[in-house]
């Protein structure tokens, strides 16, 4: 027979819906400049961190850029020099403000250093980095192939923060509040629950399906993949401190609801009044007649094999939480 312990804690009623998990940060990149792919420094599936680089364009064309650029605003630097100098020389003033923004202009010094700040932009722009921590999910171009600006790079998908945008019907929205917890399972994730909070509800409320949806974060821990289905169990109401036993233990004979209670090494039933459930745990009732709860904290309550159990029969007993370390 397999036990579990009856216990004074919280009752979580939740609400039993779907939803997908996606990323907060699908980066898709796009090249800012025109260019010829050098290399590939990372490939699909890799992690990256946040500013490393993953694709190189030709440098030399920028370089070059960059230089005549410098060349240019330092002939026009010159030419500026030479507007007034001179006649500061001998006067002993210099210009002043309005007077040099005007033969600053004159002398294009402020378009060339504008045309140099551009160069160097660019030349920036030749080595595309990822703006976030992620993995690599796609490389859109060779090495070798002449990129125009504007075309896709890749697509770098942050895998850690995640959410699950939840379905809730229109009228459990009343019963789901924000900072509520939820649990999050999925097939592609081996079952293994993952645990979250609901961060939002959103406003609209879906016209044909009549839903609405919570967002919840999570820390899945690489448990969780965007794009994901999951089912989702939203904290709807928290009945605090209450005497529970496992949902399993509560049978009926008779018509009466009853768990077998394990004292002495003997299965002995007792009669319980059962209130709220969320599948997991049941909450016990104080007795109408006496006002006892007729189960204590710490008793050992029967889940398995008891549906065929008698009153006061002899068990063999292996707790719930010790079966799953032991091997057959």
Same mark, same amino acid.
């Given at each position: 027979? #397999?036990t579990?312990?009856?216990?004074?804690?919280?009752?979580?009623?939740?609400?039993n819906?779907?939803g997908?998990?996606?990323?907060?940060?699908?980066?898709p990149l796009?090249?800012?400049?025109?260019g010829?792919?050098?290399q590939?420094l990372?490939?699909p599936?890799? +992690?990256?961190?946040?500013g490393?680089?993953?694709?190189?364009?030709? /440098?030399? /064309?920028?370089d070059l850029?960059?230089r005549?650029a410098?060349?240019? @605003?330092?002939e026009?630097?010159?030419?500026f020099l030479?507007?007034?100098?001179?006649? +500061?020389?001998?006067t002993?003033?210099? /210009?002043?403000a309005?007077?040099r923004? %005007?033969?600053?202009?004159?002398?294009g010094?402020?378009? @060339?250093?504008?045309?140099?700040?551009?160069?160097?932009?660019?030349?920036?722009?030749a080595v595309?980095t +990822?703006?976030?921590?992620?993995?690599?999910q796609?490389?859109n171009v060779a090495?070798g192939?002449? &990129?125009?600006a504007g075309? @896709?790079?890749?697509?770098?998908?942050?895998?850690?923060?995640?959410v699950v945008?939840?379905?809730?019907?229109?009228h459990d929205?009343p019963?789901?509040?924000v900072?509520?917890?939820?649990?999050?399972?999925? %097939?592609?994730a081996?079952?293994? %629950?993952?645990?979250?909070?609901?961060e939002?509800?959103?406003?609209l409320v879906d016209s044909?399906?009549?839903?609405?949806r919570?967002? &919840?974060?999570v820390?899945a821990?690489?448990?969780?993949?965007?794009?994901m289905?999951?089912?989702?169990?939203?904290?709807a109401?928290?009945l605090?401190?209450?005497?529970l #036993? /496992?949902?399993?233990s509560?049978?009926e004979r008779?018509?009466?609801?009853?768990?077998?209670?394990?004292?002495?090494?003997?299965a002995?039933?007792t009669?319980?009044v059962?209130?709220?459930?969320?599948?997991?745990?049941?909450?016990?009732?104080?007795?109408s007649?006496?006002?006892?709860?007729?189960?204590?904290p710490?008793d @050992?309550?029967?889940?398995?094999g008891?549906l065929t159990?008698?009153h006061?029969?002899?068990?063999? #007993?292996v707790r719930?939480?010790?079966?799953?370390?032991q091997?057959?």
């Amino acid at each position: 027979m #397999v036990t579990a312990d009856a216990a004074d804690a919280d009752l979580v009623l939740r609400v039993n819906t779907t939803g997908q998990v996606r990323s907060e940060a699908v980066v898709p990149l796009k090249a800012e400049v025109a260019g010829t792919v050098l290399q590939l420094l990372v490939r699909p599936g890799q +992690s990256v961190a946040a500013g490393q680089p993953l694709v190189k364009f030709d /440098p030399y /064309p920028f370089d070059l850029a960059a230089r005549e650029a410098q060349a240019k @605003a330092d002939e026009a630097e010159q030419r500026f020099l030479e507007s007034y100098v001179p006649e +500061s020389l001998v006067t002993g003033r210099g /210009p002043t403000a309005e007077q040099r923004r %005007a033969l600053m202009n004159k002398a294009g010094l402020t378009g @060339a250093r504008l045309q140099l700040e551009r160069a160097r932009y660019e030349q920036a722009r030749a080595v595309i980095t +990822s703006p976030v921590a992620g993995v690599v999910q796609a490389i859109n171009v060779a090495t070798g192939e002449k &990129v125009s600006a504007g075309q @896709a790079i890749a697509t770098v998908v942050d895998t850690r923060r995640l959410v699950v945008e939840a379905q809730v019907l229109e009228h459990d929205l009343p019963l789901v509040r924000v900072g509520g917890e939820a649990q999050v399972t999925s %097939a592609g994730a081996a079952g293994e %629950a993952v645990r979250g909070r609901i961060e939002a509800l959103l406003p609209l409320v879906d016209s044909v399906t009549r839903a609405g949806r919570a967002v &919840v974060r999570v820390n899945a821990a690489g448990a969780l993949r965007p794009g994901m289905y999951a089912d989702v169990q939203l904290e709807a109401t928290r009945l605090r401190n209450r005497r529970l #036993v /496992p949902a399993r233990s509560v049978i009926e004979r008779d018509g009466r609801p009853l768990v077998f209670v394990v004292k002495d090494g003997r299965a002995q039933w007792t009669y319980i009044v059962p209130g709220r459930t969320n599948g997991t745990f049941t909450e016990v009732l104080p007795d109408s007649s006496s006002g006892e709860i007729p189960v204590r904290p710490g008793d @050992a309550v029967i889940v398995d094999g008891h549906l065929t159990l008698t009153h006061d029969a002899p068990v063999k #007993v292996v707790r719930e939480r010790d079966r799953d370390t032991q091997r057959p």
